[in-house]
């Protein structure tokens, strides 16, 4: 059965706070706790499909996830924060990186309410063979 966790970006630093370009925006201290979490609460699963948005903040939240997994994650524009994005072909578990501006519309896509994108969150979606929804969790971190 396919699955994918559509993760948000950790907290980045306010945006009062840093005088950069936003894609370039890093994650605050409490960011980078969110995404160890997150990469400590999948320990042990076998991710088959990992990518992630271009931005900086997604890419540090996929890092620290990528260092629990051991895996390295594909940079992939199609999840940039400006750009909406289909959940389909999937096989096997995947983990994808983004922002709350087109996670929930990639959720509601498939047919899934979608009332909450907090920070370091994830849709936990699961498909059957056919790319219907099975069933699905959301995730909070405990940071």
């Known amino acids: 059965m396919p699955t994918v966790y559509l993760i948000r970006h950790a907290e980045p630093v306010s945006p009062w706070d ?3 370009d936003d894609a370039s925006r890093p994650l605050s201290a409490r960011g980078l706790k969110q995404a160890q979490w997150m990469g400590e609460h999948l320990r042990g699963l076998r991710v088959a499909d990992f990518r992630t948005a271009p931005h900086f903040r997604c890419r540090q939240t996929a890092d620290e996830i990528g260092k629990v997994l051991d895996l390295q994650p594909e940079v992939d524009d199609r999840l940039h924060i400006a750009r909406t994005f289909r959940v389909k072909d999937l096989q096997g578990l995947s983990v994808w990186v983004a ?3 087109n996670i929930p519309d ?4 498939l047919g899934v309410p979608c009332n909450a994108c907090g920070h370091a969150s994830a849709w936990v ?3 059957d063979e056919q ?3 099975e069933g699905y969790e959301y995730i ?4």
């Open 125 to 127: 979606i699961n498909l």
């Open 99 to 101: 922002h709350s501006n």
């Open 131 to 133: 790319g219907r929804v």
């Open 140 to 143: 909070e971190p405990e940071v």
């Open 106 to 109: 990639a959720v509601m896509r």
């Open 18 to 20: 840093w005088d950069g």
